[in-house]
């Protein structure tokens, strides 16, 4: 076992492509037993897929991976998990049909001889077992669809202890953990380290990869752009690495003119969230901050009329709005550029063009027909505009780089004429360089006149960016920051409350 | 800095014929081929002719259950609307109504049939291939009931003129309804706006709906005018075999359905032409004319059929597969 | 260490599926009806529906497995219809095929079939909807090859499978079903194999993730669903004494009918026997209930299809995600 220096786990020179962007470029790892290793890069830097690789659900390109030093071709997810290596996806993925104790012990039920039925008594008690080490009381018997999303989490958790495990992935584990929740999280990984498993840690929280790791790998842009020991190394040191350059450069400073109030908000109402009151004005960067299922991501649907509002009110420039559908948000000047870009804001096998003007097939002309020369010249002039990377109008929109993709759902907005822009974790899979041309877009945009909502969960983005945080937890808005007042701290704290 | 050349399109693409195309060749040939083995009566006014006319219903519910595929859904309840159609028509006819307003009750009927499929798709959010299985059998159903499970001879001037009548003497009237609804599907899919939401739908209909598209709009009023087409259909096979029976239209779906595949249209939606539709739907009309001229029995068809349908879409998975490899 | 006074919840899971709900449904048809119609509630008219639903429940055995891990069979009527008038072909006195031979032809059959529908459906990766629908217009279409034998059941084994009474009160075929439910509850119960069907059925993605070969066990929900099409088959040429190439037209809207109103849910995932048992039963009654009040047979037709309609609505009413939106 131990006769490659403790070293169970060599990834060398990994290398991944996707249309448009290089995932992983060359990317090289070791991890000794018994260690916590921190992956800490922003989104899109490709951690991800590093996992995903190691994990069996994306094949590789080039390089090799080494197990116990022997090299180790992996194919799927079931030869990833016969050699030990257990993930913890950061999307959730649960039977939201079956009972906890059935996701924990998913395809690998606990059976009983002579006929290997499935134990349910034992699976039950293991189960409760598990729980019961995570400091969680949750019964084993509960539908999963009835948990709030930190309980499934943490189900997730149980599923990767629940099996022998030599290689445990954590993927973000905390994105929707209390620091209580946290802390039991860490106490786990700390037992799991005695007894010889080696973890693999994923976040871009800078406070946890000082507490629970032990070395830090960190990527950029698919590249492997460092790695230090966590005591020899500091937050001032992580942050530029991660960044890639110097932070004032990263978040470019602005001064605008914030004007009258455009947008507000009064004891809005709707499932995931109560009792919201806010407002925003002209010319302003409004944060919102909160852990995953803090309701930050209904309240911008419900704003943009794709959830249902069960009470409250909104007000647009001074008149109350009932905004039903997406369809009344646009006409009211909203526009929206969703979580997931893929899923949610682009229509990825159709062109440039049609995607620009995607929000707005109504004014491509007169009548029933779509004039194709004003559809070139609209679209033209935001890829112009905007800097769209595209070979040409008419090219499939899945083609393009992340950061191209996120801008045509920009595009898609102006185009439509929105005023208000609610912009939910834009920066999230693009790379660093993109990630500031989004930066300055958001600003030019207030510079004319627009007002921006940015989800985002990126500390260090929210406290430079925005010009206002609010700060939401369990469907409620707990804190309210200006940019000067605001810390990393206190935006956790309050988003723990 | 981006460039925008206007003028290289598409930069990687060389002259190659479109998928349409070769669908196109393949016809041409079909039909030569055909027309040899079948000689001499299948290249004749007398098995043209009615083959065109059989093309035209088959064709016109084609092309718009087109527009309902591109979207993402899909209507199996045509065939049982044919037949409730028939039945209806001669029915009213036997009670001494108007030919001209036993026609407009005829495509009433439709609507309302194509209505309560988009009621069910959109508003309820049944699975539509499943919701239109049902709705078949219950069309059907309310075909053999009120003929009574009999073929009622339905014989009116205006209905004699849907399918059998003339325009300039010469040109059969369902060949002109056929091009009418094909030029105007092809301008709706290719040119409007509509077009351009049903394709954005098909696409991605959750950011269609992200972007104010108003999705069950779009979807109901495909399922509103596949019904009303559909019922058109019923009414020119009525006209051309003078009778309205509920077996009318029976297992058309599977003939219709294949016809669009092959033409290319997605059966998730996203991707289709009507061209292709047109393309593909003369192609296997052509095929089980040719069987049936050659005396092959009717459920050996219905075997064709059958294999055509799976072939087709497998056919078209496989080529999705491959190409999502080559990424 | 576990806190064993750590309450499970199992009966309360079982309290909301809609299990409970169609008891209760079935209680009141049994009162409305017998208050309608005296003859109903007697062991003879029961013997009668629970014998009609030989076929049925058969067939809605097989397919509920398959409905679980999320596929979908629309051939078995033309399976099973195929299977019959093989078997009856086979059993004409000029062949002299021993019984025992014919039940292993029968199985194969339908085996086979249902064989071919899962490699389709998982190794090309077609709609399953879409594969059933093609194999059923085949299948049904080679059932004509037989169409002019006309052969009629002589055999008495086969006779009495279908028609035999224990106790001139319970039907063979119910023991049959009672049989076979109970086996397809415990292995969907109490196997790897079955909880696994749930996985693919609720997560296909996850299922793979989780190392279950997904392929392999949907191949196999489709044979097992074959397999209980052969069966089916000798059925209904037992019960109707011949073999005809239309045999089992128009079954899998009946058998729809009932699976997704017992509560497996289309798409898969969800889904118990015992909701399915009491959803046959009430359809059976449903059917009966028709007979008795002298519906015209094409009406019953309509009431079948908007019975499926209206069961498939609460349905996607009850597991609709994200669906309301568009």
Redesign the interface.
Do not use: C
């Given at each position: 076992m131990a006769n490659n220096n403790g070293i169970v786990l060599k990834m060398d020179n990994i290398t991944k492509t996707?249309?448009g962007v290089i995932a992983l470029d060359d990317v090289s790892i070791e991890l000794y037993k018994g260690e916590v290793l921190g992956i800490l890069g922003e989104n899109g830097a490709g951690k991800s897929t590093l996992i995903k690789i190691l994990?069996g659900?994306y094949i590789k390109d080039s390089g090799s991976i080494f197990v116990d030093g022997q090299k180790f071709e992996i194919k799927?997810?079931?030869e990833a998990?016969?050699s030990g290596i257990r993930v913890i996806?950061q999307e959730l993925?649960?039977?939201?049909?079956?009972?906890v104790a059935?996701n924990i012990f998913?395809?690998?039920?606990l059976?009983k001889s002579p006929f290997?039925?499935?134990d349910?008594k034992a699976m039950?008690?293991r189960a409760?077992?598990i729980l019961?080490e995570l400091n969680v009381d949750l019964?084993?018997?509960?539908?999963i669809g009835d948990l709030s999303i930190s309980e499934k989490q943490v189900v997730e958790i149980a599923k990767a202890i629940s099996k022998e495990a030599k290689i445990l992935v954590m993927d973000e584990p905390t994105a929707a953990l209390s620091e209580e929740e946290t802390q039991s999280l860490f106490k786990i990984i700390n037992t799991l380290k005695t007894k010889g498993v080696s973890i693999i840690y994923i976040s871009h929280r800078l406070k946890e990869i000082f507490e629970i790791t032990d070395r830090v790998v960190i990527l950029r842009d698919g590249k492997k752009v460092g790695l230090r020991k966590t005591v020899e190394t500091d937050a001032n040191e992580l942050v530029t690495l991660m960044v890639g350059r110097d932070i004032k450069e990263m978040y470019p400073k602005r001064e605008v003119l914030i004007g009258e109030t455009v947008l507000e908000v009064k004891n809005l109402n709707a499932e995931g969230f109560n009792d919201i009151s806010f407002n925003l004005r002209k010319g302003e960067i409004l944060g919102i901050f909160g852990l995953l299922g803090s309701g930050r991501t209904a309240l911008v649907k419900a704003l943009?009329g794709?959830n249902k509002i069960h009470s409250g009110e909104i007000i647009i420039n001074g008149k109350k709005a009932n905004i039903k559908?997406?369809?009344i948000?646009?006409?009211e000047k909203i526009g929206?550029v969703?979580l997931d870009r893929k899923?949610?804001?682009?229509?990825?096998?159709?062109g440039v063009k049609?995607n620009v003007t995607?929000?707005n097939?109504?004014d491509?002309?007169k009548g029933?027909?779509?004039n194709k020369k004003l559809e070139?010249i609209k679209a033209?002039k935001w890829?112009?505009e905007m800097?769209?990377?595209?070979?040409?109008?008419?090219q499939e929109v899945n083609s393009l780089s992340g950061g191209n993709q996120q801008k045509v759902v920009l595009a898609?907005w102006l185009e439509?004429g929105s005023k208000i822009i609610i912009l939910n974790e834009p920066t999230r899979g693009i790379d660093v360089g993109a990630k500031i041309e989004i930066y300055k877009l958001m600003q030019n945009l207030c510079e004319e006149g627009s007002a921006v909502i940015m989800i985002s969960s990126e500390l260090p983005e929210i406290l430079s960016i925005a010009d206002r945080i609010l700060v939401m937890s369990k469907g409620r808005i707990t804190a309210q920051y200006s940019r000067t007042e605001a810390t990393e701290e206190k935006l956790l704290q309050s988003a723990c409350i | 800095m981006p460039e925008i050349k206007a003028s290289s399109m598409e930069p990687g693409k060389k002259a190659k014929i479109s998928n349409t195309g070769i669908l196109f060749i393949v016809l041409v040939v079909l039909f030569a081929l055909f027309s040899y083995v079948g000689r001499p009566f299948f290249f004749s006014v007398l098995n043209l002719i009615p083959m065109l006319n059989n093309l035209s219903f088959i064709g016109i519910i084609a092309a718009v259950l087109t527009m309902v595929m591109v979207t993402g859904e899909i209507d199996f309840s045509i065939g049982g609307n044919i037949g409730l159609t028939a039945c209806l028509a001669a029915f009213l006819l036997s009670k001494g109504l108007p030919g001209w307003l036993v026609v407009v009750i005829a495509l009433f009927g439709g609507a309302v049939m194509g209505a309560f499929n988009g009621f069910l798709a959109t508003v309820v959010g049944v699975n539509s291939m499943i919701a239109t299985i049902g709705t078949m059998f219950i069309w059907r159903g309310i075909g053999y009931t009120l003929s009574n499970g009999e073929s009622m001879l339905a014989i009116n001037p205006v209905i004699d003129f849907i399918g059998r009548g003339f325009i300039f003497k010469v040109i059969p009237f369902p060949i002109v309804i056929f091009i009418i609804i094909f030029a105007l599907t092809y301008v709706v899919m290719n040119l409007s706006k509509w077009g351009r939401s049903i394709y954005a739908i098909g696409t991605n209909p959750m950011a269609s709906y992200l972007s104010g598209i108003n999705v069950k709009k779009v979807k109901f009023i495909n399922f509103l005018l596949c019904g009303i087409t559909a019922s058109l259909g019923g009414l020119i096979l009525t006209s051309l075999s003078a009778v309205g029976m509920p077996q009318h239209g029976q297992g058309l779906e599977l003939v219709i359905i294949s016809g669009i595949v092959l033409g290319g249209t997605a059966l998730g939606g996203g991707k289709g032409q009507i061209l292709g539709t047109l393309a593909g739907t003369l192609i296997l009309s052509l095929l089980y004319n040719f069987l049936t001229i050659m005396n092959v029995y009717y459920y050996y068809i219905q075997i064709v059929q059958g294999a055509v349908l799976v072939l087709v879409v497998a056919t078209y998975e496989i080529r999705q597969s491959r190409a999502l490899k080559r990424v | 260490m576990a806190k064993p006074e750590k309450q499970y919840s199992g009966l309360r899971n079982f309290l909301r599926t809609p299990t409970p709900t169609l008891i209760g449904l079935y209680i009141v048809m049994i009162i409305v009806f017998t208050i309608a119609d005296k003859n109903f509630l007697t062991v003879q008219n029961f013997r009668g529906i629970f014998n009609n639903l030989a076929v049925f429940g058969i067939l809605a055995s097989g397919i509920t497995v398959v409905m679980i891990a999320g596929g979908f069979d629309l051939s078995i009527g033309s399976i099973s219809g195929l299977v019959g008038i093989v078997s009856a072909v086979l059993m004409m006195d000029q062949y002299g095929v021993p019984t025992p031979l014919i039940f292993i032809i029968a199985i194969a059959i339908g085996c086979a079939v249902g064989l071919i529908n899962g490699l389709i459906i998982t190794k090309i990766g077609i709609n399953p909807i879409i594969t059933t629908l093609g194999t059923l217009a085949i299948i049904r279409g080679v059932c004509y090859f037989w169409a002019d034998k006309n052969p009629r059941i002589y055999n008495v084994f086969i006779q009495n499978l279908g028609r035999k009474f224990i106790a001139n009160a319970i039907p063979y075929t119910t023991v049959y079903i009672i049989v076979f439910f109970v086996i397809i509850a415990l292995i969907l119960k109490f196997t790897r194999f079955g909880r696994n069907l749930y996985t693919i059925g609720g997560n296909e993605t996850l299922a793979r993730l989780a190392g279950i070969q997904v392929d392999r066990i949907k191949i196999i929900t489709y044979v097992i669903s074959g397999f209980f099409c052969s069966l089916a088959g000798l059925l209904l040429i037992s019960q109707l004494g011949s073999g005809r190439p239309e045999y089992g037209t128009g079954a899998e809207l009946e058998v729809l009918t009932i699976v997704v109103l017992g509560g497996v849910a289309v798409g898969g995932g969800k889904g118990n026997l015992l909701g399915v048992f009491v959803a046959l039963v009430i359809i059976g009654s449903i059917s009966n209930g028709m007979v008795m009040l002298d519906v015209p047979i094409f009406l019953r037709q309509v009431v079948k299809g908007a019975l499926l309609v209206l069961v498939i609505s609460i349905d996607a009413l009850r597991n609709r995600r994200n669906l309301q939106l568009y």
């Open positions: 996707f249309p994990a659900n799927n997810p079931s998990m016969a996806y993925n649960s039977l939201n049909n079956l009972t059935e998913v395809g690998e039920q059976v290997k039925i499935v349910w039950n008690k409760a077992e019961n019964d084993p018997n509960a539908i943009f794709a559908s997406p369809k948000a646009r006409d929206l969703p899923v949610e804001g682009l229509a990825l096998h159709l049609e995607l929000a097939i109504e491509l002309g029933f027909l779509i070139k033209g890829v112009k800097g769209i990377k595209t070979p040409t109008l008419e898609k439509s | - | -």
